[in-house]
């Protein structure tokens, strides 16, 4: 089997399942179909970068594709070394490591297909629902009746466990006055995490970390920088509240990094940063072998498949925002996502959103 054709677009589709969010209302994708020889297709994306950034972003993922034309789709490893050899020796980041993302997801589409199952089981197969987490609906632009209200909703809707953000109050007391907020919103029995997106500096990380002791917080995201390893791990030392952090990082050298200097408690690894599910479920294991769990960051619909193939897997992160790519895609019900049975990731493009979002670049 051999890979023979490609398809990109660019396309601008609405975030309509996140109000508020940071970054407007719209986001751009690079969707991608690879075709094989005898007929399958695989499809991934990729994005997640500043719309500045969408036909540069659309040309890599066109320069990296023409390159794996007439390659053995099955071959990942194979594939990937080439193209992050081609795109750039030496550490990945940026724009090439978001394209081969999208690709190798695309190749993991094609692998499921070709053999007829779903892909968390090719990838290991641990379970066939994973927990998950409302995020990407509590942003530090909403005021406290805003944060009672919508965390509320968010408990009628069944989800059990939700993300909100801290970082942007001036005072420390109006920080713990917007966690104090959360908690008595949704009471004692959801699980809360806090995003910071890196807002602190290590000593603000910690006075403030350690009021978080009394509410319970599931895990502090991502308090000061991504780079600051000795930083992040004073901050783990000094609270009770375990540190997610991970999603800024390219590839997968920064984990061992964050994980051998005891940066972190929870490893978070984001699909595109990382380089697509081959990569991703690398550092998932490297976890394991620490003791660690680990968590998503962002694409639920693709992450599923990895974080139901490993036992020390944690949760989804359920953010949206890639969801009007798809005709379906599988859904919360009650802080819970059962995988999809079909072969491959159990995804189909809905091209009339994709042709009405299409951009001219």
Request: charged content about 20%; glycine content about 10%; some cysteine.
């Amino acid at each position: 089997m051999k890979i023979v054709s490609y398809t990109t677009q660019a396309v601008r589709v609405p975030r309509e399942h996140a109000p508020f969010a940071k970054g407007g209302d719209e986001i751009d994708f690079v969707t991608l179909t690879l075709r094989t020889d005898d007929g399958i297709e695989g499809i991934g994306y990729a994005g997640f970068a500043p719309p500045a950034m969408t036909a540069a972003l659309h040309a890599a993922v066109d320069g990296l594709c023409a390159l794996a034309v007439g390659m053995d789709p099955m071959n990942t490893e194979e594939i990937g070394s080439r193209l992050f050899r081609v795109g750039g020796s030496g550490s990945p980041a940026g724009l090439v490591t978001r394209a081969i993302s999208s690709i190798d997801v695309a190749l993991w589409d094609i692998k499921g297909k070709a053999l007829g199952q779903p892909v968390y089981k090719l990838l290991g197969g641990y379970r066939d629902s994973v927990p998950t987490y409302a995020s990407g609906f509590l942003w530090r632009s909403f005021d406290l009746d805003m944060l009672t209200s919508h965390g509320k909703r968010l408990v009628d809707e069944g989800f059990m466990s939700m993300k909100f953000r801290l970082g942007a109050e001036k005072t420390i007391a109006a920080e713990v006055a917007r966690l104090r907020t959360m908690r008595d919103a949704v009471g004692p029995d959801v699980e809360l995490m806090i995003d910071i997106n890196q807002l602190w500096d290590v000593n603000r990380a910690i006075t403030i970390g350690r009021e978080m002791r009394d509410y319970g917080i599931t895990w502090l995201e991502d308090p000061t920088r991504f780079d600051d390893f000795r930083g992040l791990a004073k901050i783990a030392d000094a609270l009770d509240t375990p540190i997610a952090a991970g999603e800024y990082v390219y590839g997968i050298a920064p984990f061992r990094q964050l994980i051998e200097q005891k940066s972190i408690d929870i490893v978070m690894v984001d699909l595109l940063r990382v380089g697509g599910i081959t990569q991703w479920m690398k550092v998932a294991h490297m976890a394991e072998a620490y003791n660690l769990p680990v968590v998503t960051h962002l694409a639920p619909e693709v992450l599923v498949h990895a974080l139901a193939a490993v036992p020390n897997g944690m949760t989804v992160e359920y953010m949206p925002w890639s969801f009007p790519l798809f005709k379906s895609v599988p859904l919360a019900v009650d802080g819970h996502i059962d995988l999809p049975q079909t072969p491959g990731l159990g995804l189909e493009f809905d091209e009339d959103v994709l042709s009405r979002g299409a951009l001219a670049l």
